[in-house]
């Protein structure tokens, strides 16, 4: 049976590297620390393949051993990040689309840490609020409450 869970795993993980590389991306905001970051997610899922008690949870179990490995590197790295340049605004000249979705990714990095997960599961990787519930091994009410406080944050703040 675990032949078989790991199996699976590889598959789950070969058919979704785009949205892990993506979702690993958008919490830490560089190329090659998301592809590390996604890399070492990728490692523990299969070193760890025989601790997966139900197959069918595999999406939400990679997606926390993710959520964990991006808020262990950011921890790790947080005084380079603080340090960094701020992105070029010439970038924003070229497409004003990018530069609304730009404001918006910075005003939801204002957010506390679980919020920002929470939508960033939610609204960028489409995940159920059961599935993010599980993957952020929360109580489901706790991740309801949270995103609707979050999204009234953005939206007092957008307004305002």
């Keep these: 049976m675990q032949q078989d869970y790991f199996e699976e795993i590889v598959e789950y993980i070969l058919a979704n590297q785009n949205k892990l590389y993506r979702l690993g991306y958008s919490s830490v905001r560089n190329e090659q620390d998301a592809m590390d970051v996604v890399q070492n997610t990728i490692c523990k899922a299969l070193e760890n393949a025989a601790g997966l008690r139900n197959i069918n949870a595999v999406k939400t179990w990679i997606y926390r051993i993710l959520m964990n490995e991006s808020m262990t590197f950011l921890r790790k790295n947080r005084k380079e990040l603080l340090l960094e340049e701020p992105l070029d605004e010439e970038m924003y000249v070229c497409d004003p689309e990018y530069a609304d979705q730009e404001d918006l ?12 997960n929470i939508i960033r599961l939610r609204f960028y990787e489409e995940l159920s ?19 609707y406080r979050g999204l009234k944050a953005l939206r007092v703040e957008m307004e305002g």
């Design 105 to 116: 990714y910075e005003r939801i990095q204002g957010l506390p840490t679980v919020v920002q």
């Design 129 to 147: 609020l059961q599935e993010i519930a599980e993957a952020l091994e929360l109580n489901l009410n706790t991740v309801k409450a949270k995103l």
